[in-house]
């Protein structure tokens, strides 16, 4: 069974073996994009160049507006669906990759691999078997989740600034939107978090009110005032308006027309057709949650 990975020195190329005698020849090193580019696409000091009016090869191009709104106006559409499901290759091949640049960077720092080669000598690879060199590559991992972490909060602020919710970055990351604003705070612009219109209900002859509530968890309530005269606000605990818009129309289902009420301050029994103040008394209704 393979018994793990090294790089070697003098060229970079990692070295995949089944055991200290027995070696395959050298993978090639991934390929680098130039430093300008970031995940094949145009870097943002290079689409501005575009824009002006110049090629990559520097001459100048015919674009008018209408071109340049159209490319402006695309890269601020969210495509749903943002991405496709990864097939097993192309899972094991980010692992891959992830592992041999944590096992290149625990080759390097390794005190008993740079003993081997301030030596004069090449390290033989049963020094990845040594405890110690394990520790390097558990500090090589931890930067590489570091990477990871910093990488991820860029992309998640990135994509909610071009219009993508929490809903759809805590699906990227497999968390739920709640733990996504959590996560990461600033990611969505604050005008996203301005509270919604509220949503009217009319049902059973009462009515009710959907009010969104931004803070502190991005939830969803109702106030009703059922034809009977009953009122209720209910907690803020709905993720949606359309939840909340459900659970309204029950309670209010729940409390039609055609009861009485009875006025607190003289004990008189009042229809429901009047329910705010009381016909023999004049005061008004105390309203039972």
């Known amino acids: 069974m393979p018994l793990g990975a090294v790089d070697e020195e003098s060229d970079g ?12 020849e050298p993978a090639p090193p991934p390929a680098r994009p130039p430093q300008n580019k970031r995940h094949h696409g145009l870097s943002y000091a290079k689409l501005t ?17 209408d071109s340049q709104t159209d490319i402006w106006a695309d890269i601020n559409t969210l495509r749903t669906p943002a991405y496709t499901e990864p097939t ?23 005190v008993r691999a740079r003993d081997h080669r301030a030596a004069g000598g090449e390290a033989p690879d049963r020094v990845v078997l040594s405890g110690d060199y394990q ?25 909610g600034h071009q219009g993508a919710g929490y809903p759809q970055i805590g699906t990227a990351w497999g968390i739920t ?32 009110a959907v009010l969104h509530q931004p803070d502190p968890n991005d939830t969803w309530m109702y106030t009703a005032l059922a034809a009977d005269g009953t ?59």
């Open 231 to 289: 009122q209720h606000n209910s907690p803020a605990e709905y993720e949606t308006s359309a939840a909340a818009a459900d659970e309204a129309r029950t309670f209010l289902a729940e409390h039609p027309a055609g009861g009485t009420w009875t006025c607190q301050h003289c004990g008189a029994d009042n229809s429901t057709a009047s329910p705010s103040t009381c016909g023999f008394c004049n005061h008004r209704r105390e309203w039972t949650q």
């Open 177 to 208: 939107r709640q733990s996504a604003r959590a996560k990461w705070p600033d990611a969505v612009p604050s005008r996203a978090h301005l509270p919604q219109p509220p949503v009217t209900v009319q049902h059973a002859g009462g009515t009710a």
């Open 88 to 110: 097993e290759d192309d899972v094991l091949a980010l692992q891959e990759a992830v592992a041999e640049a944590a096992d290149a960077m625990a080759w390097q720092i390794s």
């Open 49 to 65: 160049v575009l824009i002006a009016g110049e090629s990559a090869t520097g001459k100048t191009v015919n674009m008018d507006i």
């Open 13 to 24: 190329f990692l070295r995949m073996y089944n055991g200290p005698e027995e070696r395959r």
């Open 135 to 159: 520790l390097a590559l558990l500090y090589s991992l931890r930067q590489a989740a570091a990477a990871v972490e910093r990488r991820a909060a860029a992309a998640a602020r990135t994509a």
